[in-house]
């Protein structure tokens, strides 16, 4: 055998090397995988440091080379002073109490209201035909569009604020439910039966287990849009809120208030979806197994 035959052979039989972390046969131990996530994490967070502080940066320039009129365009620390002299005087922690108040109450409702037109829809084909397309156009139309006739049914009350709020969340759960029923495996209501589930048991432990995904969906869109209409709504209205602290700013010629009270909205919202819908996602990921992977 001549010496390159030999060469071939030995290298078609030589085992290869097992793949560890750089390779895609062997999943990573625990460990190089929380070093994975570490890194991840940290390359996020070194990412929106840098960012925002590029963005607060470009905003004190322009602040500072007055390419605008200072009661147009506020520097950064005008609008922290703002913010600062609003908790303060209590107006900031009390408008955020009342808002937050209408918003939970509002959306209790609508997750309520909206699953249980959602399972109505999608267990009915009467409903289905009917109901169903009008919920698709119906959330299409601007919650804004809601406020005259809320003014004109309830008045300028707590009520129509509610009732703002209700139609702002309340479509956007129900068809996310509708989808939730429609989607899922007729396979699982059968073997559900089969176990002897029925009724409610079948809901509880069968039909929306099964649903989650499509409903936690349609439960963020909804707080979003809910919470949309309840700034607007409290704009109009004029009651107390965080919508009346932004008009409070316009009618004073204050945009320091105003900037600082759009930055809290923006800031609850986000805390809502981090604390409750990130979580609710997480504990979906692992119910189903699909964390994502570092």
Known sequence: MSSVARTETTTAIRPRPASGANGNDIPSSPVVRQKNIRMVVARKVINQVVFYSLLLGVWALLAKLKVWPPYLFPAPWQV????VAGFKDHSLPIAIGVTMKRMLIGYSLSVTLGMILGIGVASNRFLEETVGPLLVSLQSLPSICWVP????????????????????????????MEDGRK?????YTMAGRNLGASGWR???YVMLPASLPYIVSGLKQGWAFGWRSLIQAEMIFLTIGLGQQLMMGRD????????????????LGYLVNRIVFRTMDRALQNRWGLNPTA
């Open 80 to 83: 922290a002073e703002a913010l």
């Open 149 to 176: 006739l809320a003014i004109l049914w309830f008045g300028l009350t707590e009520k129509a604020i509610l009732f703002v709020v209700l139609m702002g969340c309340i479509l956007s759960v129900t068809i996310a």
């Open 183 to 187: 989607q899922m495996p007729k396979i």
């Open 202 to 204: 079948l809901f509880l």
């Open 252 to 267: 004073l010629n204050d945009m320091s208030q105003v900037i600082s009270v759009m930055l809290l909205i923006v800031a």
